[in-house]
């Protein structure tokens, strides 16, 4: 049931094959978590009105929000979230190589108030 929200800045070189990252993010949260790789689900918002430090065009940024139900230790939630981060990081090469982006993640546990069904 891993929700992850990748959210970045529309200059973003590699916005068109996003899906491969994603691909990588799920075996990492089916691996470590763990849970079921079918529960996983992902999505992507670019936004093309941001600005960062004093609006150079050459900064971009990735942030990445993994909503997941509670019961996982700190340590646990630790070393996914560095895994997920290195994904995204070699994923995304072109744009770190050729803009200063920057990439971070938080953790979202959902409480008592978070219903779904299949």
Partial sequence: MPHLILEYSSNLLEKTTLSGVFKKC?????????????SCISRAIE???YYIGE??????????????????????LQKTSE???MAIKEY??????????HISLEVIELGKTYFSKK
């Fill in 47 to 49: 936004s093309d009105q």
């Fill in 83 to 85: 895994n997920i981060l």
């Fill in 26 to 38: 799920h075996v990492i949260l089916a691996e470590m978590l763990p849970t079921e790789i079918n």
């Fill in 92 to 101: 995304c090469e072109e744009s770190s190589e050729k803009l200063n982006l």
């Fill in 55 to 76: 609006g150079q065009p050459n900064r971009a940024f990735i942030h990445v929000s993994l909503r997941l139900k509670t019961g996982r230790t700190f340590e646990t």
